[in-house]
């Protein structure tokens, strides 16, 4: 009888323990799903944060092209890349980039928000960053992170 007593509490919490591993909390403090390999992909076609959302940073800074190729690995600012370069790999986290065209785009930071004209390759490793593009979609996406947000400005 005290077996019984001591394995059905044991049982219960547990059963509560898978329940809740497979949820997460959203803001309203309802449960959600949790996040899996398949939810980064259709996360591309999820919309990316309102303008209104977005917090701009202080500092600005400007990149530059040299010899076809620029890294951008400022953290906290608002980076400018004026015109096209070949590739551009941005490293800096939680900031806001501003690109023309380019023909490779590699993002390794987190929180970061891009935008571009065009880019024909694009791959994430990091997590959490919006690459909006205003030309066409690119034609190669690889994206190895988790809730980035791949897509058209403006949807």
């Known amino acids: 009888m005290r077996t019984t007593r001591i394995l059905a509490p044991a049982l219960a919490a547990a059963?509560?323990?898978?329940?809740?591993?497979?949820?997460?909390?959203?803001?309203?403090g309802q449960s959600a799903p949790s996040?899996?390999?398949?939810?980064?992909?259709?996360?591309?076609?999820?919309k990316a944060m309102a303008d209104a959302d977005v917090r701009v940073p202080d500092e600005k800074a400007e990149g530059k092209c040299i010899d076809g190729a620029a890294i951008i690995d400022q953290s906290g600012a608002?980076?400018?890349?004026?015109?096209?370069?070949?590739?551009?790999?941005?490293?800096?986290?939680?900031?806001?980039?501003?690109?023309?065209?380019?023909?490779e785009?590699?993002?390794?930071?987190?929180?970061?928000?891009i935008t571009l004209g065009t880019a024909k390759k694009v791959t994430i490793s990091g997590n959490a960053n919006d690459v909006l593009y205003s030309g066409t979609a690119p034609s190669k996406v690889d994206d190895r992170?988790?809730?980035?947000?791949?897509?058209?400005q403006g949807n």
Not at 105 to 113: D, F, G, K, N, P
Request: hydrophobic residues 40%.
């Open 15 to 28: 059963a509560l323990v898978a329940v809740l591993a497979g949820c997460t909390a959203t803001d309203g």
């Open 35 to 46: 996040a899996t390999a398949s939810a980064s992909a259709s996360a591309t076609k999820s």
């Open 78 to 103: 608002e980076v400018t890349l004026d015109g096209s370069c070949g590739k551009v790999t941005v490293s800096g986290n939680d900031s806001i980039v501003h690109l023309g065209d380019v023909d």
């Open 105 to 113: 785009l590699i993002v390794e930071s987190a929180i970061t928000r």
């Open 145 to 152: 992170g988790a809730q980035n947000v791949i897509q058209k």
